[in-house]
């Protein structure tokens, strides 16, 4: 449900995107990604040995960032300490604002608005640079597990990974979260995050398993690509945040730095990402408007939102799913 309505939200960037930059999927690309539709043979080896890295990297990478304990020397070799000493971690209660569909600058941003997730391919270095300088923590966003035929890199997923197309989303097909050129997209997206000076990453759409991906994905194939995706931020000094995903909270928080969950009041669910508000991380929560146009919110809608059971803790503001401008905070 709730990666519905990011897709909802995504569309209307989208739409505003392809008008401004003239980019639609071409015929042949829909048609490529049409008949890439089949099953692939499960990358079990691959796996094993992802997970198996991950667990290694992953202690030893919590420990430096919770502790500042050095890892220890049976770490595999990883980048220096000194990057992993500067992963940040924002503290419970940050507040927030979710402006994936405008474009966030220093005139438009709130200055008391601390921690601001931006899209990765549509946000200037010079942007995030001068929103970090403002002192604002920013973040950049991406799906993980989805390819959105009108990203630069969108040529690089091999076919057999793409799968079923997100429902109502026809220039959005579900990934196989399993394939490693998969994972080597991502890691590449997490190295331009890095250099163009965002502290943290964003991956939406990491729960295919709970949609019809058009692969047999499990939870444990999210678990495992979470850890590979938290791992490879940390490689890189960045936090990670986990998206969604409340069925795996308890199996992930200790590598990711903050979650992001929408609509767990609409849908009774904010309970499920209380275990990141005990470890003494952030929970960014959203919930939107029914109506796009909307210029207030209702008491009733406000005090759901704002108030809702596990809901202690949390970041918590009201936007349009079009993740415009326009916000109420809690
Ligand atoms: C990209 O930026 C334009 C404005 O510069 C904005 O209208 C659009 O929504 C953004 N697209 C994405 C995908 O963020
Ligand atoms: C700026 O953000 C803070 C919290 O982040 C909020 O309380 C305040 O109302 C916002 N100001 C405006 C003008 O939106």
New binding site residues.
């Given amino acids: 449900m709730s990666a519905t309505v990011q897709k909802e939200a995504?569309a209307?960037?989208?739409e505003?995107?392809s008008q401004?930059n003239s980019i639609t999927a071409t015929p042949t690309s829909w048609k490529r990604r049409l008949l890439a539709r089949k099953k692939i043979i499960i990358f079990t080896m691959v796996g094993v040995v992802a997970l198996g890295l991950g667990l290694g990297l992953g202690i030893g990478l919590s420990q430096a960032a919770c502790t500042g304990a050095k890892p220890t020397s049976t770490s595999t070799p990883s980048p220096s300490p000194s990057s992993k000493a500067s992963i940040i971690q924002p503290s419970v209660g940050t507040t927030w604002d979710y402006p994936?569909?405008?474009?966030l600058t220093t005139s438009n941003a709130n200055s008391s608005t601390i921690f601001y997730p931006?899209?990765l391919?549509?946000?200037s270095a010079n942007t995030i640079t001068a929103l970090k300088n403002a002192g604002h923590t920013v973040i950049c966003y991406f799906s993980a597990g989805s390819v959105e035929d009108?990203r630069e890199d969108a040529g690089d997923f091999p076919s057999e990974a793409i799968g079923n197309t997100l429902d109502g989303w026809p220039d959005e097909k579900w990934l196989d979260i399993r394939n490693v050129k998969v994972r080597e997209v991502m890691a590449t997206r997490i190295a331009s995050a890095a250099s163009k000076g965002c502290v943290g990453v964003d991956p939406d759409n990491i729960d295919g398993y709970t949609n019809k991906p058009g692969f047999d994905l499990t939870e444990d194939d999210t678990v495992d690509y979470v850890r590979y995706m938290a791992e490879t931020a940390h490689n890189a000094g960045l936090a990670y945040g986990l998206k969604n995903g409340g069925a795996i909270v308890d199996r992930v928080v200790d590598v990711a730095q903050w979650a992001i969950n929408e609509e767990c009041a609409e849908y009774n669910e904010c309970a499920d990402w209380a275990p990141f508000i005990e470890a003494g991380k952030p929970v960014f929560h959203v919930e939107y408007t029914d109506d796009d146009d909307a210029t207030t919110v209702s008491p009733s809608k406000l005090s759901k939102a704002c108030a809702a059971d596990g809901q202690s803790g949390f970041s918590s503001v009201v936007k349009h799913y079009s993740l415009d401008n326009w916000i109420v905070y809690c």
Avoid: P
């Fill in positions: 995504e209307h960037v989208n505003a995107s401004a994936l569909g405008f474009s931006v899209d391919e549509n946000t009108y």
